[in-house]
């Protein structure tokens, strides 16, 4: 047996108000002045002066604004690295990204695409990345996907949608900052923090599940009902607990795998581009028979918060869309071999995921 040798994110910060830090944490991190920090910031805060303000630039410093409307993309990667090599002196002396799993995992890729030859599309996949990525930073602004604190960062590409996971991949420092989350619309909310709970339940229950990653697991999934089932938090502490459940849940997949929902919704997300958190709600919904609680756990929190979810997405797909969505699904072997153990070939067929999906 050969243990995988982990690695962590080095540095992190906790605290509601922390985020106005940022400056004094990353100045000792300047490279030159002609080596300038990029920040790269979801596109919702715009004309947010109360974040925004608070993002002290010198120099050549720079604010990119970007969408979170659409997953990213390789493409969109490589366009952003071309654009900041063209317009700045020096190779920059980092990236901090703000916003959630799209800003987070576009600050990543941006991070090692600026030190690794090619585009990005070349290093989906496992240990493809050979050169350390530039100091990388995230400050998320919503709770629930564990990208602040995993080994990848997702991308679909022209052929897949598949990670770039490598041990340069982790971010260098991360705020935790929970006020930085108070205005997140309910059902972004409570689409990314179930990414969150699928995340415990699909590795608690997988068969890759070992102490480390129960440990945390546990704890995420404990926190996730509370905030979700429960009335008796504040305000303050449940955007403080899904922050802490998100970490958790990172980290119990880091050394594990998630499961049948997320196969399943990156099917839907390369074919019809639906995004990960509403997704992976869509699909967990109807896996009954291999998520018994935990979907009926999911059922009661969604009826709790008054979540609907869209019906009939797949109703009117051709044979061929199908088939592309099942076609990705299956190739996520290490997803399948979790939930399922090593024969899951026997149960799940392209004929199972089609029907599982005309359900959708
Ligand atoms: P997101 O980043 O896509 O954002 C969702 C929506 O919430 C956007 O409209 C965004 O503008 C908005 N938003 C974010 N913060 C806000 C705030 N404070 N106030 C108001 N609106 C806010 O959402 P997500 O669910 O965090 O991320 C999904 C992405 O994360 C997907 O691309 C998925 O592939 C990726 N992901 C990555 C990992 C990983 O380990 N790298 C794990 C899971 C998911
Ligand atoms: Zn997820």
């Avoid at 925004?52 to 993309?73: G, H, K, N, W």
């Avoid at 366009?79 to 002396?93: F, Q």
């Avoid at 604190?149 to 982790?170: A, F, H, M």
């Avoid at 899904?242 to 929902?261: P, R």
Wanted: proline fraction near 4%.
């Amino acid at each position: 047996m050969n243990y995988r040798n982990f690695p962590m994110v080095p540095r992190v910060v906790f605290g509601r108000g922390s985020f106005s830090q940022l400056n004094d944490i990353i100045t000792p991190k300047r490279k030159s002045i002609n080596a300038p920090f990029i920040f790269l910031v979801d596109d919702v805060f715009r004309n947010n002066t109360w974040l925004t303000s608070r993002i002290a630039l010198a120099y050549d410093d720079r604010v990119m604004f970007i969408s979170a409307d659409q997953e990213p993309t390789t493409s969109q990667v490589d366009d952003l690295v071309e654009s900041i090599i063209l317009s700045t002196k020096e190779r920059p002396s980092g990236i901090i990204g703000i916003g959630g799993g799209t800003l987070l995992d576009l600050a990543k890729a941006v991070s090692i695409m600026l030190t690794n030859k090619g585009e990005a599309k070349d290093y989906q996949g496992w240990d493809l990345v050979k050169n350390p990525a530039i100091y990388h930073v995230a400050v998320p602004t919503i709770s629930g996907t564990g990208a602040e604190v995993s080994r990848t960062t997702v991308l679909t590409g022209p052929e897949r949608k598949l990670g770039i996971n490598s041990d340069y991949t982790p971010f260098d420092q991360v705020i935790l900052d929970s006020e930085l989350t108070k205005d997140v619309p309910t059902n972004q909310w409570f689409y990314t923090g179930m990414d969150c709970y699928i995340h415990c339940v699909e590795s608690l229950t997988g068969t890759y599940l070992n102490a480390f990653s129960q440990s945390y697991g546990e704890m995420a999934l404990q926190l996730c009902e509370e905030i979700f089932l429960t009335d008796n938090l504040s305000k303050v502490d449940a955007q403080e607990k899904l922050m802490m459940a998100s970490w958790h849940g990172g980290m119990s997949i880091a050394y594990s795998q998630v499961g049948v929902a997320h196969a399943m919704s990156y099917g839907l997300s390369y074919l019809l581009g639906t995004k990960h958190g509403i997704g992976n709600c869509i699909v967990f919904n109807h896996l009954e028979e291999f998520y018994p609680e935990g979907v009926k756990t999911f059922k009661a929190m969604k009826k709790k918060h008054n979540i609907l979810l869209p019906e009939g997405i797949c109703a009117n797909l051709s044979d061929k869309e199908f088939d592309i969505m099942i076609n990705v699904s299956l190739s996520l072997e290490p997803l399948w071999e979790n939930a399922l153990g090593k024969h899951w070939k026997k149960t799940i067929t392209p004929k199972k995921l089609r029907s599982l999906y005309e359900k959708m």
